[in-house]
Each structure stands twice: as structure tokens, then as C-alpha cells.
């Protein structure tokens, strides 16, 4: 049976994973400041970024030369407590690194459909390709807004999708939701899938063995970038 080979760090705890991921994404974003004078990074939202953006926002980095953005939003205001943006802005965008510009996905249209093409102005003007993407994977296998069931899935995941952004609906998303397409984010100077746990990692070993992109569709990420930089602590 073929297999996707990844390239697997492991951590002893939460806090020393933050630690590494943080220390690797503040490289990244040191070596394009050096090289083109700014750089932009692309984080997740969810449960198990938090330490690492707590870590990252201290870093000794130029912010002010850096723009961050998510790899996907749910279609919630900033006063939702599911906003990735609300998120970003409580434990990134603090400190040092509150000097840096965040460019948001939502910006109050009533759906994904009629703000995508305000986020797509948006993100245009980002420094690309991105310095750095911190992926995550939910326990069903999705990554970014990547899901199982989702009618627009395939346009997402094309390796060749004309859209930066695309908008997601799936039983799974909960709310509807916008999410960058698999070639901005495996077009990144430096891709990390930062996951957690049992039950993540015995996903993640499902996802590098065959079978369809649409059961676990982080496969899209795994394949299109072998071997994958992942990052785990039980
Ligand atoms: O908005 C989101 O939900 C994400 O960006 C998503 O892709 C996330 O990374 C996974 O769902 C993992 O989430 P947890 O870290 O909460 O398990």
C-alpha cells in the first residue's frame, strides 16, 4: 500500500511544541523580511493554536514589516467567541507583535459568497507567496475549510485554482465559512501542520495512507507537499 511520507517532529508537551513552531515561523519570517523587506504569515484558528501564537508574539521580529492573516474564518462578527479573527487578535497581536497589520477574511457581509470579493481585494495586496502557514486538522481530517462533504471541496483543493479564497459549506463547518485555496497555502516558504493528541495523530497516519481526498481532505496538503513538516505532541 502507498503511503504520503511526512516529516514528523515530536514534542513532549503543549508548551515545548509552541516553543519550536515558534522559534521555525519567526525564522521564516526573519529570512523573507531579509530578503524582500516584508513577509506575511497565515495562522489557523481553533483550540490548539493558542500557546503557539502566546509564544510567537513575543518573538524578537521586525512587526512592523510582517501582515497576518488566517488560512480560513467562520462566517461569524468578531464578537462571536468562534472568530478566528477575535482569536488571532487576543493572543497574536499582542506586544511586539501587535506592530504587525492584520488583514481579516470577514468584514460584515451577510455571507461568504457576498464577502468574497472583499477578502480577495484584501489578501491581493499581502506579500506573497506567504512566509508561513501553521495548518491545523480537525478530527474528521479537514485542514483550513478543507471538509468532507463540502459542495465546493474540489475547487478548493484544485492544485491549479485560479481563486485565492474560496467560500465553504458543510454539515461539519458549523457556520459557513471562506478559506484560502490549496495552492496559496502550499505555495508558503515554510508549511507546518501543527497538531495535538491520540486521536489527531491516529488521523493523521490514516491521511498519509491511500484513499480518496474527499474522506480526509488534509491528504490534499500531505500530497501536494511531500513530505510535510508536521509537528505533534501527544
Ligand atoms: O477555523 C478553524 O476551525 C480552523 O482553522 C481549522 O482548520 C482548525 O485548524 C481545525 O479545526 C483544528 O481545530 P482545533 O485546534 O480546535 O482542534
Redesign the pocket.
Known amino acids: 500500500m502507498s503511503t504520503t511520507p511526512i516529516a514528523l517532529n515530536t514534542y513532549d508537551d503543549s508548551a515545548g511544541l509552541a516553543r519550536a513552531l515558534a522559534a521555525h515561523v519567526a525564522e521564516a519570517l526573519r529570512g523573507r523580511i531579509a530578503r524582500d523587506g516584508s513577509a506575511s504569515l497565515a495562522?489557523?484558528?481553533?483550540?490548539?493554536?493558542v500557546a503557539f501564537f502566546e509564544m510567537l508574539s513575543g518573538a524578537p521580529i521586525d512587526w512592523s514589516r510582517v501582515a497576518v492573516t488566517?488560512?480560513?474564518?467562520?462566517w461569524v462578527p468578531e464578537t462571536s467567541e468562534?472568530s478566528?479573527a477575535a482569536l488571532v487578535r487576543r493572543h497574536l497581536l499582542q506586544g511586539p507583535a501587535s506592530a504587525a497589520r492584520f488583514v481579516p477574511l470577514y468584514a460584515g457581509a451577510a455571507t461568504p459568497e457576498d464577502g468574497l470579493a472583499a477578502a480577495t481585494a484584501s489578501v491581493a495586496a499581502l506579500p506573497a507567496p506567504f512566509a508561513a502557514v501553521v495548518?491545523?486538522?480537525?478530527?474528521d481530517g479537514?485542514?483550513?475549510?478543507?471538509f468532507p462533504g463540502a459542495e465546493t471541496l474540489a475547487a478548493a483543493i484544485d492544485p491549479s485554482a485560479p481563486e485565492a479564497l474560496i467560500a465553504v459549506r458543510a454539515d461539519a463547518?458549523g457556520e459557513p465559512?471562506i478559506t484560502f485555496t490549496l495552492p496559496r497555502l502550499v505555495s508558503a516558504d515554510t508549511l507546518v501542520l501543527?497538531?495535538?493528541g491520540m486521536t489527531?495523530r491516529a488521523v493523521l497516519e490514516r491521511a498519509c495512507a491511500s484513499g480518496p481526498v474527499e474522506d480526509l481532505p488534509v491528504r490534499a496538503i500531505l500530497r501536494a507537499r511531500a513530505p510535510v513538516d508536521v509537528m505533534w505532541c501527544p
Do not use: C, Q, W, Y
Not at 43 to 49: E, H, I, L, Q
Not at 70 to 74: A, G, P, T, Y
Not at 135 to 139: I, N, P, R
Open positions: 495562522v489557523s484558528g481553533g483550540r490548539t493554536p488566517l488560512v480560513d474564518e467562520r468562534r478566528n495548518l491545523g486538522m480537525g478530527d479537514h485542514t483550513a475549510s478543507f463547518a465559512r501543527h497538531i495535538e489527531k
